[in-house]
């Protein structure tokens, strides 16, 4: 089903520390996700993706992790930055085509100085 | 390579008036989307176009809303009337050839 929040879940972190962002999604069948990074007034960037076959994939400076089992991601930012500032969406894909994709409600990350 | 553009970056409107929204996918993109962002929740897709097809709209409100992409590469999507909760960030998005979706700035939409 949807999630409906009106409230973004927010993290805060300390400039240079780790960041931890969770996803839960929805449905078993999905095969491809991607996290977006969307900053204020702007829209969605893409940040990293990972297909259901792969457990672990590595960008710069970041990681997603997929447990399929728990239908679970989490996408680790190393050595954040004030720049990391903005909320974080994961997305998740519902059809063969691979274009058809369920965004989740995000995260707010907050870097603090 | 320019990205995706929108227009106007910002609109408010009355309940029951009309707006439209317009989107320029980048270049050689056969694939665009509009979505729709409510604050605080992840953007929501309304309608998806292959070229000048419709792809999926399951879930666009058929009532008020629709969209064309007449010659596939523009493409416009009207509210007519529009309601209080369709205020929003409208969002438009391209791809071609991978499954990456670049997203425009969005146009926000206040309805009172």
């Given at each position: 089903g949807e999630s409906v929040g009106l409230h973004l879940p927010t993290l805060s972190v300390q400039e240079g520390d780790n960041s931890i962002i969770n996803c839960a999604y929805s449905n078993?069948?999905?095969?491809y996700f991607i996290w977006y990074k969307q900053e204020s007034g702007k829209g969605p960037q893409f940040i990293i993706d990972i297909r259901s076959n792969m457990d672990k994939r590595q960008g710069q400076r970041v990681t997603v992790l997929l447990n399929k089992t728990v239908k679970h991601l989490s996408l680790q930012i190393a050595a954040t930055q004030p720049g990391d500032s903005a909320v974080y969406f994961c997305a998740e894909n519902l059809d063969n085509y691979g274009q058809n994709f369920v965004f989740g409600p995000g995260t707010r990350l907050s870097v603090l100085p | 390579e320019a990205g995706v553009a929108q227009s106007p970056r910002y609109k408010i409107i009355e309940k029951r008036q009309s707006v439209a929204f317009w989107c320029n996918p980048i270049s050689g993109h056969a694939t665009l989307y509009w979505y729709q962002q409510i604050l605080g929740q992840g953007p929501k897709l309304l309608i998806q176009f292959q070229n000048n097809g419709v792809?999926?709209?399951?879930?666009?409100?058929?009532d008020r809303f629709s969209a064309e992409r007449l010659k596939g590469v523009d493409s416009t999507l009207k509210i007519q009337p529009a309601k209080l909760e369709d205020s929003a960030v409208y969002l438009c998005a391209s791809s071609f050839p991978s499954n990456e979706q670049f997203f425009g700035p969005g146009t926000r939409l206040t309805v009172l």
């Open positions: 078993s069948a999905s095969d | 792809v999926d709209d399951s879930q666009l409100p058929k």
